[in-house]
C-alpha cells in the first residue's frame, strides 16, 4: 500500500527525455514572443557565441521551447526541442527535431499524423475521460501538457493526477500553469503552493509556467521561478542550497553576514547542500539532510560537519570557511567557478 506520509514520485515511462527517471524537465512558453535572433534565447538560458559560433547552455536553462505557430528561423541549441502546434507541426520542413503539440479533441480522432517518438497532447482537467485513458494506455508516445483553469488549481490538478495514477496509466505529464499576481513575492508563494505541492506529492515529470498577463510573458522570471520551485521541491538540484537557522540569543556568529561570506564562495557548487546553523544545541537538527555543516561551537569557534558526522571540531572562525571549502574538495564535490 502507498504510504501517503512518504515521498513516492508517481512512475511513469520514458518518453524521450521526459518521465521514468528523469528530472524533471522545465518547456519555455515562447509562442507569443518575438524570437528573431540567436541572442534572443538568452532569456530561457541559452546563450549564444558569435565568435565561436556555439551554444552554451546554463545549468537553468529551458530543455523545451513552446513556439506555437512562430517556429525558430535558426538552429535550435542544441539539446532542445521545438513544441510547435500540430497544423504548424504538419508544414516544418523538421519533423524529427520538433515535436507537435496536438490539442485532446484532435488527438482522439481515429488516426491523426503523429511524431514516432513524443507527442505532446494539450488537455484541461475535465478532458481526463475514460475515452483518453483508453487512448493513453496504448500510446508510448504521448506526453500530457496538463493545465487547470479552477480556482484551487493545486486540488484539481492532484484530482486529475490521482485518476492517471488509478487508471494505472504511465504517461508523463507536464504541469502548466500561468501565473499573475501583484509582486514577486506573491508570485512565488502562488507557485509553491501550486506546483510544488503537487512536485512534493510526486506528481510532474515537468513544467511550463508562464508568469505575466495574457500574451506578456516574462520568460527570465518564468524560468528563475520554474527551476526554484523545482529545487524546493528537492526533485532537481540546479544550484547550491542553504539551510539557515532564523538566529537566536544562542547564535554564535553574525549569521547573514558569515552566510554572505559562504555563498560568495560556493554558490556555484550545484547539487551541493550547506547548513549554516549559529548554535551546537539545535544546528545538526536542524540541518539533518544537509551535505555539509558550518555550526557555531563558542566565541569565535566553529564545528564543521560532513552530514551528520564532525570532521573539524571547534576550530577558529578566522578561517573555518576555508577549512570548509578544503572537506568539499577532499569528497571531489568541489568545481572552479566558470
Known amino acids: 500500500m502507498r504510504d501517503p506520509y512518504a515521498y513516492h514520485r508517481r512512475k511513469t515511462h520514458a518518453v524521450a527525455s521526459i518521465g521514468a527517471d528523469n528530472v524533471p524537465r522545465v518547456v519555455a512558453r515562447l509562442n507569443n514572443t518575438s524570437v528573431l535572433r540567436m541572442?534572443?534565447?538568452?532569456?530561457?538560458?541559452?546563450?549564444y557565441d558569435p565568435a565561436s559560433d556555439k551554444w552554451m547552455m546554463r545549468d537553468q536553462a529551458a530543455e523545451f521551447l513552446y513556439m506555437g505557430e512562430r517556429p525558430l528561423s535558426f538552429m535550435a541549441p542544441a539539446g532542445t526541442r521545438q513544441i510547435l502546434d500540430y497544423d504548424t507541426w504538419l508544414r516544418h520542413e523538421d519533423r524529427f527535431y520538433c515535436v507537435p503539440l496536438i490539442e485532446v479533441s484532435g488527438y482522439l480522432q481515429s488516426s491523426p499524423e503523429c511524431h514516432s517518438v513524443m507527442n505532446v497532447i494539450r488537455c484541461e482537467i475535465r478532458d481526463i475521460t475514460p475515452d483518453l485513458i483508453d487512448k493513453l494506455r496504448a500510446d508510448i508516445t504521448a506526453v500530457l501538457?496538463?493545465?487547470?483553469?479552477?480556482?484551487?488549481?493545486y486540488t484539481s490538478m492532484r484530482m486529475a493526477c490521482d485518476t492517471l495514477l488509478?487508471?494505472?496509466?504511465?504517461?508523463?505529464?507536464?504541469?502548466?500553469?500561468?501565473?499573475?499576481?501583484?509582486?514577486?513575492?506573491e508570485l512565488v508563494l502562488r507557485a509553491a503552493t501550486d506546483l510544488g505541492g503537487l512536485l512534493v506529492d510526486g506528481f510532474g515529470d515537468g513544467t511550463?509556467?508562464?508568469?505575466?498577463?495574457?500574451?506578456?510573458?516574462?520568460?527570465?522570471?518564468?524560468?528563475r521561478l520554474a527551476y526554484n520551485v523545482l529545487q524546493a521541491a528537492r526533485t532537481r538540484m540546479t544550484k547550491t542550497e542553504y539551510i539557515s537557522c532564523p538566529s537566536c540569543g544562542r547564535t554564535l556568529f553574525d549569521l547573514q553576514e558569515t552566510t554572505s561570506l559562504i555563498r560568495s564562495h560556493t554558490d556555484h557548487l550545484k547539487g551541493?547542500?550547506?547548513?549554516?546553523?549559529?548554535?551546537?544545541?539545535?544546528?545538526?537538527?536542524?540541518?539533518?539532510?544537509?551535505?555539509?555543516?558550518?555550526?557555531?561551537?563558542g566565541p569565535e569557534r566553529i564545528t564543521l560537519y560532513r552530514g551528520q558526522d564532525i570532521v573539524q571540531r571547534n576550530i577558529p572562525a578566522a578561517g573555518a570557511v576555508e577549512a570548509l571549502m578544503d572537506i568539499i574538495k577532499t569528497d571531489g564535490r568541489w568545481?572552479?567557478?566558470?
Do not use: F
Open 39 to 47: 541572442e534572443d534565447l538568452a532569456a530561457v538560458g541559452h546563450i
Open 145 to 153: 501538457l496538463l493545465r487547470s483553469d479552477s480556482h484551487s488549481y
Open 166 to 185: 488509478l487508471s494505472g496509466i504511465a504517461t508523463p505529464v507536464i504541469l502548466e500553469h500561468e501565473l499573475s499576481a501583484p509582486s514577486v513575492d
Open 208 to 223: 511550463m509556467l508562464s508568469v505575466g498577463n495574457g500574451d506578456e510573458v516574462d520568460e527570465a522570471l518564468s524560468l
Open 272 to 297: 551541493v547542500k550547506i547548513g549554516i546553523m549559529g548554535c551546537i544545541v539545535n544546528g545538526p537538527g536542524e540541518m539533518a539532510d544537509a551535505d555539509y555543516g558550518y555550526v557555531g561551537s
Open 335 to 338: 568545481v572552479e567557478r566558470t
